[in-house]
């Protein structure tokens, strides 16, 4: 197990939207190497809870009821709205508490059974069926590898379709394993309820492994039950200076393009984009938005 020794350190992120997020690792609670369980008191979880191995026959209301006790929930599933069923389709469920306080509750009431947590539920025709619960630690959201390494977001991946259950140490470790040289992971997280979206950031502490990772384009992340191709690009930042003329070119604007082919590599305004591209060779690379917007950006034929 690897763990980075931190001291209070904060970090500044770019976030998926631009922001700058303000990673703050706080040390780990001291240990109590007595104590078996995994989950330790004072750790902070999502108010959304993952529970899989549903009887089939159990429907929203069932589910609601069995876990009730524990405090106000709403129960979801994908595409639930859509489907007007009853019953979640593939045996697994969102819990949604009110809050927090209910996760500790739930997972006080837990069997614990090595690294994983149960909990029994009854449906009309299956009585005490032991269905797993899993919730989501929020100091799995980061892990910094090596914390004397800045971050440089240049050197960034985002990777999208990360498989939900995946710890940002399960990633770093995974990305380590592949390219070398990770020292920061973060998992992707929604602002409210604080749970998994399904991507992730990797920087890496140079070039070399920053290049090798976004010239694979796809990765299988493999990790205990998790076998999944996911796909890494560059992470492209919204204000970043044109690399060709600093901003002259183009009236000190932040550049609107990447080009993501590893001989470019950089960010450009519209006129050098143009111009590098025009070069044999150049003229059949795109610009890479940033992600959430996959619509290619158009370049403008002309430009004065
Ligand atoms: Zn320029
Ligand atoms: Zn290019």
Not at 279 to 296: A, C, Q, S, V
Request: charged letters at 25%; one cysteine or more; a neutral charge.
């Amino acid at each position: 197990m690897y763990k980075a020794v931190l001291g209070d350190q904060t970090v500044l992120m770019e976030g998926p939207t631009g922001q700058i997020i303000d990673v703050h690792q706080t040390p780990p609670p001291t240990r109590n190497p007595s104590h078996i369980h995994v989950f330790e008191s004072g750790e902070r979880f999502s108010r959304k809870v993952f529970v899989g191995g549903l009887p089939p026959d159990i429907d929203e209301d069932e589910i609601t009821a069995s876990f009730r006790r524990f405090g106000p929930l709403v129960v979801d599933w994908p595409h639930k709205a859509e489907s007007k069923s009853y019953f979640p389709p593939k045996g697994y469920a969102f819990l949604l508490f009110q809050d927090e306080s209910s996760v500790q509750l739930l997972i006080e009431a837990c069997i614990q059974d090595e690294d994983k947590l149960y909990l029994c539920v009854s449906s009309p025709t299956v009585k005490d069926k032991p269905v797993q619960i899993r919730p989501w630690k929020l100091s799995d959201v980061d892990f910094v590898l090596d914390a004397s390494m800045p971050l440089d977001p240049r050197k960034t991946v985002f990777v999208g379709g990360v498989p939900r259950p995946l710890k940002a140490v399960e990633l770093a470790m995974i990305m380590d394993r592949l390219y070398g040289g990770v020292c920061y992971a973060g998992i992707d997280t929604d602002p409210d309820l604080k749970y998994p979206k399904g991507a992730g950031r990797v920087a890496f502490s140079n070039q070399q492994s920053y290049i090798a990772a976004i010239s694979a384009r796809f990765v299988q992340l493999q990790h205990g039950d998790i076998d999944k191709r996911v796909e890494v690009k560059p992470y492209v930042l919204d204000d970043q200076m044109c690399d060709e003329c600093q901003g002259q070119r183009c009236g000190g604007k932040f550049a609107p393009f990447f080009c993501a082919t590893v001989t470019c590599l950089q960010y450009y305004c519209e006129h050098c984009w143009t111009t590098i591209h025009s070069r044999p060779g150049r003229e059949f690379h795109k610009p890479l938005g940033k992600e959430g917007n996959d619509r290619p950006r158009t370049l403008p034929f002309r430009w004065c």
